[in-house]
Nanobody, 125 residues
């Protein structure tokens, strides 16, 4: 029953914007922190952001600080990632995942247990 579905990816020009959504089901989302990560072919998965259960605490990778914004609407079981001023290096499959509990893990790359299938973001150069 647990399901995470990402959407909102696509092809965008450098400097453009996209909004990614992660819709969850089968869990009470307000009990969990949620993270976003990305992976390009041949590269390791890179954590990009995390948001605590309440939304009061957020964390970002240095590469996306000032450009990406994570938010959540627990009533809608949805977490968002707003991508602004996109660069070609942002091209990847973006995944959302639930954490082990209410707070973000120490690392953006570990501490998550359930992942979605991902949505492709392509930034042309």
């Amino acid at each position: 029953q647990l399901q995470l579905v990402e959407s909102g990816g696509g092809l965008v020009q450098p400097g453009g914007s996209l909004t990614l959504s992660c819709v969850t089901s089968g869990l009470t989302l307000n009990n969990y922190a949620v993270g976003w990560s990305r992976q390009a072919p041949g590269k390791e998965r890179e954590g990009v952001s995390c948001i605590s259960y309440s939304g009061r605490t957020t964390n970002y990778a240095d590469s996306v600080k000032g450009r990406f914004t994570i938010s959540r609407d627990n009533a809608k079981n949805t977490v968002y990632l707003q991508l602004n001023n996109l660069k070609p290096e942002d091209t990847a499959v973006y995944y959302c995942a639930t954490s082990q509990g209410r707070y973000c893990p120490v690392s953006l790359e570990s501490g998550y247990n359930y992942w979605g299938q991902g949505t492709q973001v392509t930034v042309s150069s």
